[in-house]
Each structure stands twice: as C-alpha cells, then as structure tokens.
C-alpha cells in the first residue's frame, strides 16, 4: 500500500520515483513554501526593547560623617641653647619663640612671631610653623584659614607632616564634604566610602585614632557610641545586602519618623523592603513621603519599583507625571509578547517608533502607516517602515519610494526592486536588488534554483541556509538539501522530515515531523506528513492516528480538509467542495458510526454552502461527543437571530471545559453585549474576567446607576489588594452613589496623590456632616498643607475656616483663610471667601 509523492518536475520523476507506482501526490513547492511562490521576507522589529535597569543604591557614602572632633598632635616646646644667641638665624628664633608663647596661651604673640617664619623663603622652620598656625586658627573657628595652613604644612617632610595631613584631610572633610587625595591608609579609605567603596581603613599610627576606630566600626556594620545614628543605620544597611530583612526594617522603622536623622535614607530603604516582600503598595506610600524630603532618591526609586510591572510602571506615572514610565510599562508589555498593551502605552508615551514596533508586531500595518504618514521629521527608519506597511497593505509605494530617493536613494531602490517584485516582474526586481538574499528569492520564484544555491554559498545564517535547502528539494537533491540544515528551527525540522519522505525513509521522516514544537505555524502540516509517511510505511493505526489529530486540533484548517480526504484515501487531489461533500456522504452512508471530526468536516462543508438547515442537522449529532462544545459555537456562528445566538454562546461559556471554546464563546458574548448595547449584561460577563474586566464591569456599573454590583464587585477588589487609578476613581464615584466610607477608607491608602487627597476630603465632609467637627477639621488642615494643586483644595481651605469660625477660632480661621489660592478659585468661591473674611482679626503668629 503506497502513497508516493508525484514531483514537481519530470526530471525529479526519472531521477527519483521511477519504479515506483504513484497514488498519492501533492505540489512539493506547496508543501515547502505554503505557497506557489517565494514572498518578500517581512521586516521585524526587535524581539526585545532595552530598557535602562536601575540598581538598588548602597548610601552608606551618605551615612559616613566626618570627624566629630579634631584629634591634634601637641606641639612639643623647643629647647632653647642657654640664652638667646646673636648668631640663632632669624626664623629659628622666631619659631622658638612663636611656639613658646603659644604652649603658655599667648596666641597673638605666638602668631606673630610664627607669621615671620612664614614669611622668610625657604625656612625650613616653616612648615612647622604652619602647622602650629593651623591650630590657633582653629582654635579662633577661622576654619578655612585653618584649612589652608593645614593643605601647605602637609605638603613638606617634618616632624608635624602626618599630623598637618590628616588635619587637613579631616577639615576639608567637614568643611567641604569631600576628601582630598590621598595616600594616608585612614583617609584612603574614608575617600573611598564617599565615593561609593567600601574600604577598611588601617587604624595603626594613626593621628585621628578614635574617627578610625568609628571608620572601622562603620565598615564592619557595628555600632559606635560616638557616631550612634551613623553607625546603626550603616548596620540596617548591611542587614539589608545580606537579606536579613527583618533586621534592617526593624531600625530604618526607627529612623522614619519625622525629624529623625538620615529620615530619606530610611524611607529609602524601607521602599526598597516592601517592594522585595511584594507589597508594592506600601513601598509607593514611602516613596511618596520621600517624594517632599529628597527628589533624587524618589527618582531612583520610582525608577526601580516600576522597572518589573505594567501597574507599578502605570502607577509611577500617575504619581510623577513623567512620560518615560508610560514608555517604560510598555516596553515591559512589548518584551512580554502583549503587544496590543505595549501599543496602548507607547502611544500614551509619544514615542512613536516604539508604537510602530508593536503595531507591526500586531500585523496591523494600517495602524503603521496611519503612525507615519503625517510625522514630521522622519528619518530613514520610519521611511522604511512607511514603505513595509504600504507593501503589506497593497498600497502605492510610488509616493513614498520618489519622496525618499534624494533622501535615502539605497531605501528607495530597494523598494523598487519590491515594488516589481510584488506584481510578479521577478526579473525586474533582481535588477535593483542588492542584497544577495534578495537576489536569491528573485532567482527561486524564476526557479532558477542552481543561481540560488550558488549566490548563497558562503552564507550561514539560517534564512540562507532554509532558501538553499528549498532549493535543493526542488532540484531533488535531498542529501544536499540536508547539508545545509540545522535542527535548530521548526522549519528546519520540518524540511528534514520532507527530504527523509521524498527519499522513502518514513521512519526517519515521523521523527523529524514529530518534532515540530505544538506552536509553531507548521504543526497541521507536520502531523499531516506524519500521517502520509505512517501510511506510506503501512502503519494505518498511525496514519488514522495523525489524520484525526489535525482534524481534532486544527478543525478548521486546510489541513483538516486534506487530512479527511486522507481518511477517505484519496489524499493529494486538489478536490472542490462538491466533490468533497461526495467523498463524505459516500463514507458516511458506508460507516454506521463515523467518527465525531468527519460529521464536523461534512457540517462544516455545508455551513460553507449556506446549507444551514443541513449542517444544523449534522450538528446536532455532535452533542453528545467530545466535540459538542465546537458544534454549538458553530451552530451560533450560523444562527442569525441574535437572542438564539447568545443562548449558544451563553451555553458554552458557563458549560465547556476546553479554554479555547470557553474563551471564543466569551469573545463573541462581549461582540453581542456591545452590539446590543445591552450593558448590564456586558458588566455581569466582565465581571467574571480577569481583574482588568472586573475594573471595566465596575464602570459600567458606575454607569447604569447599579450601586449593589458596583458595591459587591468594589469589596472584592478591595479584599484582593488591587489598586489601579482607574479602579480608586470609580471607588470615589461610588461613594458619591452610596456614601460607604469604607470605598474612600481605602483611596486615603492610594500611592496617587491627588486621588489620596480627595479621599480626605471626601471623608472630611463625612465627619462634618455625623458632627466629628475635629475629625473633618484635621482633614481640611492636612490638604490645605498638602494639596495646594488640587481641584478641592480651595473648598477644603473654605470648609476648614468655618468650622474654626463655629468653634470660636476666629484668628485660626483668618490664619487658614489666607492660604486660598485666589488664582486658582471659582466665582462662588470666592464670594464665600469674601464672606467669612468679614469681621474676621488679622491673622497674626503668637
């Protein structure tokens, strides 16, 4: 029992299937291609799009303080020679001098005869003298004179050099924040924990002893009495590297209150915990304390909470304002294959290369091209795009192709070549293309398959190689077909597997036709082959096996009609739907029980031609078979009354346990809600979605004035933690609706400020209206604070003055009166400014 391929050439005939008798045949430039003809490869963006990674900080550099104190070498008297001698030179007598007075107190005097030292050139007396003039001025708090003596009496070899250095380098410490280079093993080290590197200091024979012994301490992460807040905060630090966690809350905790010392550091870290523990809620509610304190660090850490998610990405810009986390959301959404989403963000973003990336990612060259046309300033990439989009689309690439020729003249004759390519003038194109793989599709739809395999020689690369493999098939030659590839691709595979079919090794073939990954575009014919190759073999079973498979997998496929006409062994004939209908009746009048697919195909069919009543009929023998569920989706898919096609919908959407059943079902559901405008069933069927449908139900909810499945659907959001703009501004709509505190209880907790703001004063209102006088007026005190660029913050202000004024603060009140933002206000507010400022005493600070 045979089914043999009948070739593409009488030559392959002679030369390949000569003895054997043909009864099975298909197009092998079909099979390899899908097609007759070789197409234009399509131009790809980047798989993946770089996004800047932004790195947890070490700010120990910020927690290292300078010397709280100055440790000072004393200066040693200098013996005198038994009276003063006329022949002492001038500065040695000076220096003598000068340092006596100033170990008995007497600093002007001392300072006076050590200035002449200074004075003399070349004395080597003076860089002692300097030296011994560096600590009165300190002594005086003349700092930076000090400084300056220190920097000049270190930079010569003397008794007081190491003593003078370090003077020097802790002064600029303290004074500059910075310090000088060095090569002291204490200050080395210091130097290098400010900018960033951690460094042990060497504490032996050094001057400032007890800062080294804190230095040392600071390293290590242990606590110094001295430098207590710097010392435990460097410890939370390392905790917080090592992963002890819990240790390091426990003292950045300590450190977050108000008016603590290193406060941003704290809350910094305290960000970065929350957001390792996975409650990215709290780590915003920290960032958005930061946000007042220190701005660099809130950058960073926005930066680095919204790098791993779309919400985080989308809540940052909420708070921010800054357009490069909507950028950044979608590119997390584009290099997680959603491309749709990474669209929608782009284009939030304005950045309209990375749009076009996912709109062609998306196939929706229309889209591109509508991107394009009107964008001023294109460069060559977006010329390139424009004319990608335009050949996909069929539209006029003539515009395009003379607007760029003086610009981009490679671009536009390339497209030239493609311009001619798709009408079919092959070897018109080959005269403007320049790249030779190019060159070689022009060559293989010439069939012109030597040339192909001759001007890719030399080349690697796996589209190369897949055209020369083609190649060689069409003329043949399976084992060089097999020289040139890989099992690295599924194409590849596959092709393996139609070289070891055309060769009659059907075991071989299976294999490879096995092996093409369930994903890939290739599967249905894959499993098509396998059938044909079992069968070739005389294994029916497996051939039936893999028949079947195609039709259970892919009912609605080419392959699925081919794979029933397989069943019916007449596989290869290019057969019409008439004679199709035939090859079926025939085996179901012969079958008492044919198979669940081939009542499907044979439904199907009649489906197709408009045989309603008929394949209904058929239909309905599939409800009680595995395939019920795509017997109704198709029965819907016929129905025209639209109450009956919902019914079916509705039916597989609770009831079936395949997901893609399910889940078409629901697709064609929100198509029919929509349609209908029926828009309390369309909430009621988002409602049951995912958390991003559930947010969209609860707007239409909003809508329809439904407070009870608004309400409903709002706590159970609520319990899961789900935060988004969107869903916290419904959250306030509903309170409006209803007046359930709880729905704003929880906005008051929005990492968005403006939204956490309303929530305040929605809740001062509460309190006002139940009599908490002082609760509402603590609310409108805290936004007339926080809130100046709010919509409310004028009305809080208004309502905060006249519970002052009620509770007899009059002065209070014309105190808070006076932040209104009279540029800001409306008419009717102002009115009520002007009336409770009547009568009101000045406002004065006591």
């Keep these: 029992m045979w089914k043999p391929i009948r070739l593409f050439s009488f030559l392959l005939l002679l030369s390949f299937v000569l003895a054997q008798q043909i009864t099975k045949e298909f197009d092998i430039n079909v099979e390899l291609t899908g097609k007759v003809f070789e197409e234009k490869p399509k131009l790809i963006p980047p798989e993946k799009l770089p996004m800047l990674q932004t790195r947890e900080l070490d700010l120990s550099s910020e927690l290292l303080e300078p010397p709280k104190f100055m440790e000072f070498v004393p200066v040693k008297p200098v013996e005198r020679g038994g009276g003063i001698s006329c022949g002492e030179p001038r500065d040695a007598l000076s220096y003598r001098l000068g340092v006596d007075y100033y170990l008995r107190g007497r600093y002007a005097l001392a300072e006076e005869e050590l200035s002449k030292v200074v004075l003399i050139p070349n004395s080597p007396f003076k860089p002692m003298a300097e030296y011994v003039l560096g600590l009165i001025a300190y002594s005086r708090d003349q700092k930076d004179k000090a400084l300056e003596l220190f920097r000049s009496s270190c930079q010569f070899s003397h008794i007081y050099q190491k003593p003078a250095c370090e003077a020097y380098y802790a002064l600029h410490f303290i004074l500059r924040d910075s310090v000088p280079e060095n090569r002291d093993e204490l200050w080395q080290a210091v130097k290098a924990i400010k900018e960033g590197r951690v460094q042990e200091p060497n504490c032996s024979n050094v001057v400032f002893s007890q800062y080294c012994g804190y230095v040392a301490d600071f390293v290590r992460g242990q606590e110094n009495v001295l430098y207590k807040d710097s010392t435990s905060l460097r410890s939370a630090v390392v905790k917080y590297f090592s992963g002890d966690l819990r240790g390091a809350k426990e003292t950045f905790s300590l450190y977050s209150a108000p008016s603590s010392p290193y406060r941003e550091i704290a809350l910094y870290y305290l960000a970065l915990i929350e957001y390792r523990e996975g409650k990215g809620e709290e780590a915003f509610r920290y960032a958005s304390i930061l946000e007042s304190l220190n701005q660099r660090l809130t950058s960073e850490l926005y930066a680095l909470l919204s790098e791993r998610d779309i919400y985080l990405s989308r809540l940052t810009y909420s708070i921010t304002k800054n357009p490069n986390f909507l950028e950044r959301a979608g590119i997390i959404a584009y290099n997680a294959g959603d491309y749709s989403l990474a669209l929608l963000n782009f284009l ?30 294109k460069d060559r990439e977006d010329y390139m795009w424009l004319l990608e989009a335009l050949y ?37 194109a080959l005269g403007f293309f320049e790249d030779p793989y190019y060159r070689a599709i022009a060559l293989y739809n010439l069939k012109r398959y030597k040339e192909v395999i001759s001007l890719l020689q030399g080349k690697t690369d796996q589209r190369s190689n897949i055209l020369k493999a083609r190649s060689a098939l069409m003329m043949g030659d399976t084992k060089l077909a097999r020289s040139f590839l890989t099992e690295r691709s599924d194409e590849e595979l596959y092709l393996l597997g139609m070289s070891y079919f055309l060769e009659g090794n059907y075991q071989k073939a299976v294999s490879f036709f096995g092996r093409v990954s369930d994903k890939s575009p290739l599967k249905a014919k894959a499993l098509l082959r396998m059938g044909d190759a079992y069968y070739n073999a005389g294994n029916v079973e497996k051939a039936k096996e893999s028949y079947y498979e195609v039709l259970k997998r892919y009912p ?15 596989s290869g004939k290019g057969v019409s739907d008439e004679e199709l209908e035939k090859l079926l009746l025939d085996y179901m009048q012969r079958e008492k029980n044919p198979q669940p697919e081939v009542i499907y195909q044979y439904a199907s069919l009649l489906a197709r031609k ?104 709002s706590r159970e959001l609520i319990k899961a933690g789900y935060r988004s703009r969107d869903f916290e501004k419904y959250l306030i709509d509903l309170y409006r609706q209803t007046g359930e505190t709880d729905l704003i209880g929880y906005v008051i907790k929005s990492p968005d400020r403006s939204l956490r703001g309303e929530a305040l004063f929605l809740l001062g209102l509460d309190s006002l209206k139940k009599g908490d006088k002082k609760k509402a007026l603590e609310n409108f005190v805290e936004i007339s604070l926080n809130y100046k660029e709010e919509p409310y913050y004028n009305q809080a202000v208004l309502e905060g003055a006249k519970i002052l004024i009620e509770l007899g603060a009059r002065r209070d009140a014309s105190c808070l009166l006076e932040r209104f933002d009279l540029n800001k206000s409306k008419p009717e507010e102002v009115n009520s400014y002007n009336k409770l400022r009547q009568g009101l005493p000045k406002c004065e600070v006591r």
């Design 348 to 377: 939030e973003a304005g950045n309209v290369r990375y749009a076009v990336y996912s709109a062609i990612k998306m196939g929706d060259y229309i889209r591109v091209i509508s991107l394009l046309e009107n964008k001023k300033g």
């Design 610 to 713: 408009g045989d309603k009543r008929g394949a209904e009929r058929e239909l309905l023998k599939l409800l009680d078979t595995p395939l019920r569920f795509k017997a109704i989706l198709k029965m819907a898919e016929m129905e025209e009354d639209p109450a009956k096609k919902l019914v079916l919908y509705y039916k597989v959407y609770k009831e079936a346990e395949p997901q893609e059943d399910r889940a078409k079902a629901r697709e064609e559901l929100i198509k029919l809600y929509t349609s209908a405008r029926d828009t309390k069933s369309l909430a009621d069927l988002l409602a049951e979605g995912d958390i991003q449908d559930k947010v969209r139900a609860l707007g239409l909810y909003l809508a329809l004035k439904d407070a009870s499945s608004a309400l409903s659907l």
């Design 556 to 570: 609605d496929s080419e392959e699925a009609k081919q794979a029933t006409l397989s069943l019916f062994e007449f």
């Design 392 to 428: 996909w689309t069929n539209g006029d690439l003539n515009p395009v192709i003379s607007e760029v020729s003086k610009l981009y003249p490679d671009l536009a004759r390339e497209f030239s070549g493609w311009e001619r390519f798709r009408r079919g003038d092959w070897l018109g």
